[in-house]
Nanobody, 116 residues
Framework: QVQLVESGGGFVQAGGSLRLSCVAS????????MQWYRQAPGKQRELVAS???????NYADAVKGRFTISRDNAKNTVYLQMNSLKPEDTAVYYC??????????WGQGTQVTVSS
């Protein structure tokens, strides 16, 4: 069982920045990959960014050039640096980990609100 705890969400004005953190209860180098998702009110949850154990990184088109996913293996933590935030980035952001068996583990989510 992998537990994930997100933090760093909050309220920010458009153009501002936030950094989200996701701390895992296990050594993240033993996981296949980790992702950040988000879900806005009335919308489906969508993939924002992913990073594999080999450091393959992918971003959703909507956040390319503004968001950066990274990790600190020593701290078992994955980050999402969010710059140039827009009101449409408002959502609950979730961290997800996938193990080598394909099982997914989710965090509880952290709210990000961007005002115009």
């Amino acid at each position: 069982q992998v537990q994930l705890v997100e933090s760093g969400g909050g309220f920010v004005q458009a153009g501002g920045s936030l950094r989200l953190s996701c701390v895992a209860s296990t050594t993240i180098t033993t996981l296949n990959s980790m992702q950040w998702y988000r879900q806005a009110p009335g919308k489906q949850r969508e993939l924002v960014a992913s990073i594999s154990v080999r450091d393959d990184i992918n971003y959703a088109d909507a956040v390319k050039g503004r968001f950066t996913i990274s990790r600190d293996n020593a701290k078992n933590t994955v980050y999402l640096q969010m710059n140039s935030l827009k009101p449409e980035d408002t959502a609950v952001y979730y961290c997800k980990a996938r193990n080598w068996s394909g099982r997914d583990y989710w965090g509880q989510g952290t709210q990000v609100t961007v005002s115009s």
